[in-house]
């Protein structure tokens, strides 16, 4: 990765390590929801809680991601191998690149709200915006 | 310059200095002006300069990150002394937001213009979408100055492009918000912005800008999707 600009090696591993526990659940989540959508959003749900829980890591995943390539490069890679998982996991994922602008989309609004308000919204509020995304998204259906 | 979303000179010979890149500019250096006497009035050295300076900068922060990219780096990739530099320039800082400044500029006047000549709301965001696209591809160093090392280039870097995604996201909204269109969710155009800039990031950091015109279709289909949830989803 060119330009690696976070200087604190121990934060980010502890961010690191916080993803992947937000991977572990999300394999069961996926698999045991309804529909991609409901799974997905049991798994962004997990990921919000595991983010509460950890502000250093909330802050690197929703704040310092905008401005840093080396916490862009973790969470692009964490997000990559979550868009693998659905398409492994859910014979009704949508196409590949749909979960990965969806994901995004996600993330911008949050990241969005986080910024504004200045500190990280409630789980509640949180749940609103990226339910309201998620089941709004119409797929795209087989001619 | 006849492309609006041209900034960088023509290409020329491929540049041995910068492999892995699809496509390159000539080297700033080319553009050189003969030395000595040659007659040409002042203010055309001095934009002259200007153009190997700006495509300069381009090329350096791309090659080698905007820490390591000294003004004595841009000005000997440029053929300028770092007195001239200093005469168009306060410092690399400064270079570095006039260009991407510039670039983004033409970029997001591209995209408008293309979405003018739209009709109907589904034409115009293809059309605007397309732009985008093809405006990224087609300038492949400016695109990884601009979208991915703008992340290490400062505070007023991350705000100049916070502020164009924001002019992008106001024209997505004008967009969506034609008479034939429906009110659109609160956040929408800003959050399908951010979805635009992380997958284009995720392309160009790759060094698979190319790659970015392919993904039209799907990123015209979920971009309905957000914007203009009533339309009859089609493949």
Known sequence: ?143 | MDDPTQLLPEPASPDPAMPGRKRKPSSPHEQQLPSGRHGLPRDVVVANQRERIVGAIAETVTKFGFAASSVERIASRAGVSRRTFYEQFSGKEDAYLQTFDRAAGRLLAAVTAAAGHGDGVEDRLRRCLCSFLTGLASEPVLAHMCVVDVLTAGPEAIALRDRYQRSFADLLEEIAGDPDGRPLPPLAAEGLVGAIYDLAYKRIAQDHADELPDLLEDLFSFSRSVLLPASPPTV
């Not at chain 1, 604190?8 to 916080?18: F, I, V």
């Not at chain 1, 993803?19 to 991609?36: K, N, Y």
């Not at chain 1, 990965?100 to 993330?107: A, F, K, N, T």
């Open chain 1, 1 to 143: 990765m060119r330009n690696p600009t976070y200087q604190d090696p121990s934060t980010l591993a502890a961010y690191q390590r916080s993803l992947d526990r937000v991977f572990g659940q999300s394999r069961e989540l996926l698999a045991a929801a309804p529909t991609w959508q409901a799974g997905l959003y049991h798994s962004v749900r997990a990921c919000y809680g595991e983010m509460r829980a950890h502000p250093d890591a909330l802050h690197l995943h929703f704040v310092a991601t905008a401005r840093d390539a080396g916490v862009q490069a973790i969470r692009t890679r964490h997000r990559d191998r979550l868009i693998v998982l659905l398409e492994e996991t859910r014979a009704d994922a949508p196409p590949a690149l749909h979960a990965e602008l969806m994901l995004s989309m996600i993330h911008t609004t949050l990241r969005r709200q986080i910024v504004e308000h200045e500190a990280p919204l409630d789980e509640d509020d949180a749940e609103q915006t990226f339910a309201r995304l998620l089941f709004h998204y119409e797929a795209p259906q087989a001619a």
